[in-house]
């Protein structure tokens, strides 16, 4: 059974919850990288691939199970989560809000009352541009209202919240990380996106080139935006992950619990993404006008300045180009995804 150290950024018992999940697979790459860290992934594999998790512990479970929770937190001396388990689609969330409720909300209790009762100080939380529902300005930063427009937004807005009371009971640092529009694939090759069914942008767009699907929709040329489609801040996974990194170390070495927004700060257009797919892939592909997708903003752009300033967090595959070209790499490897 390995021993609880002195709390420090050097070593860590690191639970990562969802970590055979798209986001989650490439943190848990990024914190073997360090060779610090003792890595325990708990994941139900209702969306996980258990061949995303690189190395570490897997343990196949679910947030339901609290006897389950409680042995890995005590056989692993579990010190601080990363917590990426949840349900994350923002169409289904308004079909169906109390599926988001329950498993972005009540499971996540589960967890976070397992860490009160196992003494462990720290938590990391994925959450997401949608806590700040529709911009009244852009870029956004932390403190741009919070008015989530779904249920998805609002499950993880609330968890935030729950944290901060956690925090004043308990002691529980916590740090939410929201992203953006999370793209791209790790350069290693291993690991990449694989959502089934996939609703992501720049996946489909690769499908289309794969010859998987016959053509790419756009959701709506009429927005009041220069080329009328929607512009979004697309940000590199394995920048993503580096930023829980980041965020665990500086809870480790003593840093305010706090919230911060993970972005490039610059926004494409979804013509301007099938562009520089097609230019990444060298050749045009079939795509097609189509009407809005309901509960899409015009326009999503962060500002990551505090998580620049206070953690020294800095893009390394910043440009467009990088995000596409490390995603066709990865889908043309695996044009089935995992396990195919
Ligand atoms: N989008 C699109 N066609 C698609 C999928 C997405 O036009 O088949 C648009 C979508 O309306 C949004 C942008 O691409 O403006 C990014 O969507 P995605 O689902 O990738 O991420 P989201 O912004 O919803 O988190």
Redesign the pocket.
């Known amino acids: 059974m390995p021993t609880r150290q002195k709390w420090s950024a050097e070593h860590m018992n690191i639970l990562v919850t969802g970590g055979a999940g798209y986001v989650g697979s490439h943190v848990v790459e990024e914190l073997l990288k360090t060779g610090k860290h003792q890595i325990v992934t708990l994941d139900n594999l209702q969306k996980g691939h258990p061949e995303a998790v690189l190395g570490g512990e897997f343990i196949k479970g679910d947030l339901t199970d609290t006897k389950l929770l409680d042995e890995i937190f005590r056989e692993h001396a579990i010190e601080a989560v990363v917590h990426l388990a949840a349900d994350s689609l923002?169409g289904e969330s308004v079909e169906h809000p109390g599926k988001y409720f329950h498993n972005n909300l009540v499971n996540g209790l589960n967890l976070l009352n397992a860490m009160v009762r196992h003494d462990a100080k720290y938590i990391v939380f994925s959450s997401t541009a949608a806590v700040y529902g529709e911009p009244v300005r852009t870029p956004i930063d932390e403190d741009h209202p919070h008015v989530p427009t779904n249920p998805y937004g609002e499950s993880k807005l609330f968890f935030e919240k729950i944290m901060a009371r956690y925090e004043h009971a308990y002691g529980l640092g916590h740090i939410s990380l929201r992203y953006f529009?999370a793209a791209g694939a790790s350069q290693s090759g291993a690991i990449g996106e694989d959502h089934r069914p996939e609703?992501?942008?720049i996946p489909?767009v690769l499908e289309v080139a794969l010859g998987q699907r016959e053509h790419?929709?756009?959701?709506?040329t009429d927005y009041d935006t220069p080329d009328g489609t929607?512009i979004?801040d697309y940000v590199h996974v394995t920048d993503l992950a580096n930023a829980h990194l980041l965020a665990l170390d500086a809870l480790a070495s003593g840093a305010p619990s706090t919230a911060y927004n993970l972005g490039n700060g610059e926004g494409f257009s979804?013509r301007e993404v099938i562009d520089m797919v097609e230019q990444v892939v060298g050749r045009s592909l079939p795509q097609v006008e189509g009407t809005r997708?309901a509960g899409?903003p015009a326009v999503?752009v962060a500002s990551s300045r505090r998580i620049m300033e206070e953690l020294g967090w800095q893009p390394r595959y910043h440009d467009l180009k990088t995000i596409v070209q490390t995603a066709w790499d990865w889908h043309k490897r695996r044009p089935h995804g995992f396990g195919e």
């Open positions: 923002v529009n609703t992501h942008l489909i790419v929709a756009i959701f709506g929607c979004r979804v997708r899409d999503l």
